[in-house]
């Protein structure tokens, strides 16, 4: 497609259950982020990938947050346990590269994933 | 640890120019970025500026950037009700350790008529 794309686009849980969160990101872009806006917390970066290299999680606010991506395209962001604090929208990017250069090192944002945990 | 502080709002008469302002304390910081999101709606990549340079102009959009004081605007000429929407600046470091960006907190454009 065009430009990356999240699914679902709203999802609403119970507390204490596991949710998952898709993320396509642009044909081609070889780097991946997660982040996540909330009322409180503003927009903070959770983790990254960068082709076959160990991510980056240094964002991640807990152990029950997990991510994955598979064939260096497609990442889920796994909520394990949700707690009504995890309600936020969760946004992923994707870059052609992490190279030092703008042209490839930009970031595309997609339409983020509305989480509520009642 | 990289900390980016903006103004939570600004309010301008539409075909006033609008300035919002970035404050950051990486000094480090390689690029510079502004960032646009309207309601319901994912970030809109607006415009950049390398930290060598002291200004960018796109169109109506003018970008300057002051390293000594750490401290980036957006200038908006002519600005329009579609303008409206809330502005983050964000910074990426120049360490290595990817390109993970810190967001200001944003700052919220109402255009009035």
């Given at each position: 497609?065009?430009?990356?794309?999240?699914?679902?686009?709203n999802?609403?849980?119970e507390?204490?259950?596991?949710?998952?969160?898709?993320?396509?990101?642009?044909s081609?872009?070889?780097?991946l982020?997660?982040?996540?806006?909330?009322l409180?917390?503003?927009?903070?970066?959770?983790?990254?990938?960068?082709?076959?290299?160990a991510?980056?999680?240094?964002?991640?606010?807990?152990?029950?947050?997990s991510a994955?991506?598979?064939?260096?395209?497609?990442?889920?962001?796994?909520?394990?346990?949700?707690?009504q604090?995890d309600s936020?929208?969760?946004?992923?990017a994707?870059?052609?590269?992490v190279?030092?250069?703008?042209?490839?090192d930009?970031?595309y944002?997609?339409?983020?994933?509305?989480?509520t945990?009642l | 640890?990289?900390?980016?502080e903006?103004s939570?709002?600004?309010?301008v008469?539409?075909?006033?120019?609008?300035?919002?302002?970035?404050?950051y304390?990486?000094?480090?910081?390689?690029?510079?970025?502004w960032?646009?999101q309207?309601?319901?709606?994912?970030?809109?990549l607006?415009?950049?500026?390398?930290s060598?340079?002291?200004?960018?102009?796109?169109?109506?959009?003018?970008?300057?950037?002051?390293?000594?004081?750490k401290?980036?605007?957006?200038?908006?000429a002519?600005?329009q009700?579609?303008?409206?929407a809330?502005?983050?600046?964000a910074?990426t470091?120049s360490?290595?350790?990817?390109?993970k960006?810190?967001?200001?907190?944003g700052?919220?454009?109402?255009v009035?008529?």
């Amino acid at each position: 497609g065009a430009g990356v794309s999240q699914s679902p686009s709203n999802k609403v849980t119970e507390k204490g259950k596991d949710v998952e969160l898709r993320c396509d990101p642009i044909s081609g872009h070889t780097a991946l982020y997660w982040y996540r806006q909330s009322l409180g917390q503003g927009l903070e970066f959770l983790i990254y990938f960068q082709g076959n290299s160990a991510p980056d999680k240094s964002g991640l606010p807990s152990d029950r947050f997990s991510a994955e991506r598979t064939g260096g395209s497609v990442s889920t962001l796994t909520i394990q346990r949700t707690q009504q604090e995890d309600s936020a929208v969760y946004l992923c990017a994707s870059s052609l590269s992490v190279s030092g250069g703008h042209s490839t090192d930009t970031q595309y944002f997609g339409p983020g994933t509305r989480l509520t945990v009642l | 640890g990289e900390d980016v502080e903006q103004s939570l709002f600004l309010s301008v008469r539409e075909g006033d120019s609008s300035v919002i302002n970035c404050t950051y304390t990486d000094s480090s910081s390689t690029y510079l970025y502004w960032y646009k999101q309207e309601p319901g709606a994912g970030l809109q990549l607006l415009t950049y500026i390398f930290s060598n340079m002291d200004m960018k102009q796109d169109q109506r959009l003018t970008v300057l950037l002051n390293k000594k004081d750490k401290h980036l605007s957006l200038r908006i000429a002519d600005t329009q009700t579609g303008d409206s929407a809330i502005y983050f600046c964000a910074e990426t470091p120049s360490w290595g350790g990817g390109n993970k960006l810190t967001f200001g907190t944003g700052t919220q454009l109402k255009v009035e008529l």
